[in-house]
């Protein structure tokens, strides 16, 4: 069986868009990785648990990490503009590091399924009590508005099931 | 046991400011190894530990691996339908027969001599038994996996106890049952846990958490303020001090009731109802005719409950949550924090997407309050090291005048057990749980 991936022009443009989301993100400049995002986005980071193999998933359904749409995704934004966001103040130091960008077509023809490998990487404060890092599958749909990509939707599968760092402040 | 029996410093002084009333306590409580280790053995290895909640092993053969420190256990519902926690340790050399985290089985197999359990916790299974050991020698009663000393239940929540001479979970709840079945006795087809916990590593001591869920509203308006200015949700009015109520009973177990805008937290008709038919009726006047609604507490030493509430669209109408929370202390400066989302069982099913979308932006690993807690909290234990800190003392007299009496005496007339005062801020819930844990780490000799 043929593998189904894209490698055409549009793998180039997924992979500068991926990297230039990324690059959003780790700069800090969330309003600009918010308008990146559609009105009905998703975003989902469900809770891995360590299941026996032949087990149906071991992702949960509920209680997720982030079960985030565009209001509050806005308000993770609007938190951190606040004086008062502490976990994020001083801000951490983060890098996305994503590799194995996979572009498959989507059933509706102006959209896009992405997958990317992520290890994200976090330092914060002056010792490296907190250098965490958190490594992860990521599917995405993107969806072509108006010619540019948006991202439609985000579910974050972790691998780790008891997550190395003390809060997530920031959208893998 | 006196303290002399193994002397510590740290405890020693804690006991003393305890006992004395002063409550300015050392800040080596929360960074002490050798303290740590003495909890392991006197609190954690003596009380009533929670493990899991009934509805996440709904059908015979679910299973859930939870622990207590550092003994695991697989906390499961039998082929008869019976709860049961096995120690996670095969009999013949401490493997674990369980290694995924949640699942359903009829045994254990241990893969390293292939040993076999039914999930009840028999030894059903020897392999080549007759060479190896001869017909009968290994007594199959008495070979199984060891059951946890004590077990017990109460509102679907499962308890587990080392310790076989403690005494009974309701015996050390005491009057503080009452509020325990105020927050959790609260539907006629019980709770149900969506999903699985959260579990995340903080770098914390054990008591610097387990003390703010006793009770501490004091630091929502500082901790949380960005939640505030962004509209999410509310926090407690500094303005208005007479909404809140502390509560301690049985000496264990405190809290913190709101008189919540809207009333009930904001729970839509379909769940007041519930409420109201599962509630007994006191809990029911407490919420429906004083306007008052659990909103932090806990008890001793690791379980605590939020509930509260979020805005999760633009129309900015208010979903409440619950979760409940536990911590599996790993070090004196780390804890696993695990986390549950529980929900009313006959709740439609769009409530249940609500509240877990509402939890998910509030609470949790990513959750904008939680993530501002956990931030306090990884500081304190590195702040609690040093040399000069040992020297240091913290602050738990928030409440008492310099005679240590209650600023606000308690109320008279309190439609319940224990003890409640009408402040929306103070510290008579943090100073129960150091009493507790005194007692608990001296035997009953001090924190009376």
């Known amino acids: ?172 | 046991m006196a303290t002399t029996e193994t002397p510590n410093a740290t405890l020693d002084a804690a006991c003393a400011s305890i006992d004395a009333g002063e409550f300015m306590l050392p800040l080596a409580l929360f960074s002490d190894p050798e303290l740590f280790e003495l909890e392991k053995e006197r609190v954690f290895a003596r009380t009533w530990n929670f493990l899991a909640h009934e509805s996440e092993i709904p059908e015979p053969g679910d299973y859930v691996l939870r622990h207590i420190v550092d003994d695991t256990f697989i906390v499961v519902r039998d082929e008869e339908g019976v709860v049961r926690a096995h120690f996670d340790a095969c009999r013949h050399r401490g493997m674990s027969v369980c290694r995924a985290e949640m699942g359903n089985a009829s045994h254990f197999r241990c893969p390293y001599h292939g040993w076999t359990y039914k999930n009840d916790g028999r030894l059903i299974g020897i392999p080549l038994e007759p060479d190896a050991y001869g017909r009968g020698n290994v007594d199959r009663a008495t070979t199984g996996l060891l059951a946890i000393p004590q077990l017990q239940i109460r509102n679907g929540f499962i308890f587990g106890n080392l310790d076989p001479a403690a005494p009974s979970l309701a015996e050390y709840m005491g009057d503080y049952a009452w509020y325990f079945d105020f927050y959790t006795d609260r539907s006629t087809s019980g709770l149900e846990v969506l999903g699985t916990p959260q579990r995340w590593i903080l770098n914390s001591n054990w008591k610097v958490l387990a003390e703010n869920f006793m009770g501490d509203a004091y630091h929502s308006p500082t901790s949380h303020k960005s939640v505030v200015e962004i509209g999410l949700a509310g926090v407690a009015d500094p303005k208005k001090r007479k909404a809140g109520i502390h509560f301690n009973a049985g000496g264990i177990g405190a809290g913190g009731l709101m008189r919540t805008d809207p009333k009930f937290h904001g729970y839509p008709p379909e769940l007041v109802e519930i409420l109201r038919s599962g509630w007994r009726p006191e809990h029911w006047h407490l919420a429906d005719a004083l306007g008052l609604m659990p909103v932090s507490g806990g008890m001793f030493p690791s379980l605590a409950f939020l509930w509260l509430n979020a805005t999760i669209e633009e129309d900015g109408e208010l979903i409440p949550f619950f979760t409940m929370r536990t911590w599996r202390p790993i070090a004196a400066d780390k804890i696993e924090m695990i986390s549950f989302l529980a929900v009313e069982r006959d709740a439609p099913a769009w409530f249940k997407e609500q509240t877990s979308r509402a939890y998910s932006v509030a609470f949790g690993s990513a959750g904008l309050f939680e993530q501002d807690d956990a931030e306090n909290w990884s500081s304190i234990s590195k702040t609690a090291k040093g040399q000069l800190a040992a020297r240091h003392r913290f602050n738990v007299r928030m409440g008492l005048t310099p005679g240590n009496e209650p600023i606000v005496a308690a109320l008279d007339d309190w439609p319940g057990p224990g003890t409640a005062y009408p402040v929306a801020f103070a510290e008579h819930n943090a100073r129960v749980f150091w009493q507790a844990w005194a007692r608990q780490m001296t035997n009953g000799l001090h924190g009376v």
């Open chain 1, 1 to 172: 069986m043929s593998d189904p991936t894209v490698v055409d022009g549009t793998l180039l443009e997924v992979m500068a868009w991926l990297a230039h989301e990324a690059e959003l993100l780790d700069e800090g400049r969330l309003r600009d990785w918010l308008a990146l995002t559609t009105d009905d986005v998703r975003y989902l980071v469900p809770v891995r648990t360590t299941r026996d193999r032949g087990a149906p998933t071991p992702f949960a359904d509920g209680g997720a990490h982030f079960d985030d749409t565009r209001y509050t995704l806005t308000k993770r934004v609007e938190r951190l503009e606040t004086q008062y966001a502490w976990a994020e103040d001083p801000p951490s130091r983060i890098r996305h590091h994503i590799s194995g960008i996979r572009v498959r077509a989507a059933e509706s023809a102006d959209e896009l399924l992405v997958r990317s490998n992520l290890l994200f990487f976090r330092s914060r404060g002056d010792d490296n009590d907190m250098d965490d890092i958190v490594s992860a599958d990521r599917h995405d749909v993107l969806r072509r508005i108006d010619g540019e990509l948006r991202l439609a939707s985000r579910t974050v599968l972790l691998d780790q099931t008891r997550l190395p760092t003390h809060n997530i402040t920031t959208i893998l």
